[in-house]
């Protein structure tokens, strides 16, 4: 079985406007161990990084806009990379095993590169300043249907939030979109109405408060 830092071929395909699914053929399993994602936009020359790193396949990649197309592929990590990356000061032996080797040569391992893909508009147009569009991964993921499950979760990071000193009233956080896996999510914060009698919190502070309400969320920001 070949790592999954050398797949080929590696597929990949939109699970929403800002998320792409990478995968081996149908069917087809490897071996986990730590790589990077790197995707090049259609018509360009340079492979740029993702901030996120991977195990095993497939994974979705979040907060990419590739609506003119971008190509994908995988790059297995050493420890140092690994760590860097994770922000890690001291690697486990179970770490260790999971790190790929590297060719002959030194380089790393490298996966096969995927075609064109494109993901489709976000169904609403990103709010303008103050108001802000946040990204977000969930552990768990949404329970099906996923727009249900983005609405019904928006209600609880509401309720979540709110409280005697510190209201959210519903028309401040938006839901605006769920992948297909209903694991990436993105939703939008705006600032309070002027004509609102209560004053809730400004849209930083409600950022901040969701960070910490949310620590199994990864978030990404547009």
Known sequence: MSWCAQVAPLLAHATS????QLQPSYGTAC???AFEVLHQLDGATEWLRHDQVGWSLPIEVGSLHCG?????????MNATSYARRARLFNLSAEHHRMLPPSHANGTPLESATTGIVTT????VEAPHPPAV???LFLQPRLAPPFNLGLTRYVE???SQLTSPHFLVTRNRIVPIEASATGSFIIIDLHPENIFTATSGPDVSRLVQRIAVRQ???VY???
């Open 17 to 20: 406007s800002a998320s792409v």
């Open 31 to 33: 071996r986990a161990a």
């Open 68 to 76: 003119g197309g971008c190509r994908f592929k995988l790059r297995g």
């Open 120 to 123: 489709p508009p976000p169904p």
């Open 133 to 135: 569009r946040l990204e």
């Open 156 to 158: 609880g990071l509401i």
């Open 215 to 217: 620590p199994s969320s």
């Open 220 to 222: 990404l920001f547009y």
